[in-house]
């Protein structure tokens, strides 16, 4: 029975690292594309050396990567008082 035990979780540590490095890959491939969409934008702007205001500027370009927020850690706020403050 303990042997059993000990091969389901040694089992089980082993699929958990496997995910974990697969996640770790995609976050890595992700990062690498976004680097690399930076770099041509920055390419383009240093061969046209013009400031950009509002009226033709990519806010498109400036949002949130939807597959990137699972990764994105949870912050964790106190309960702040504001009355304990001038106590």
């Known amino acids: ?21 697969a996640q770790e890959k ?7 594309a976004q680097l690399k969409i ?3 934008k920055e390419k383009k702007y240093s ?10 500027y990519d806010f498109k370009g400036a949002e ?7 990764s994105v850690p949870e912050i964790e706020v106190d309960d702040f008082d504001i009355d304990s403050v001038y106590d």
């Open 1 to 21: 029975m303990k042997n059993i035990l000990i091969f389901v979780l040694l089992l089980n540590s082993l699929v958990f690292a496997a995910s974990d490095k």
């Open 26 to 32: 995609q976050r890595e491939k992700r990062a690498q």
């Open 38 to 40: 930076e770099m041509e």
């Open 47 to 56: 061969r046209e050396q013009t400031f950009y205001n509002a009226n033709n």
């Open 64 to 70: 949130v990567n939807p597959d990137s927020l699972d």
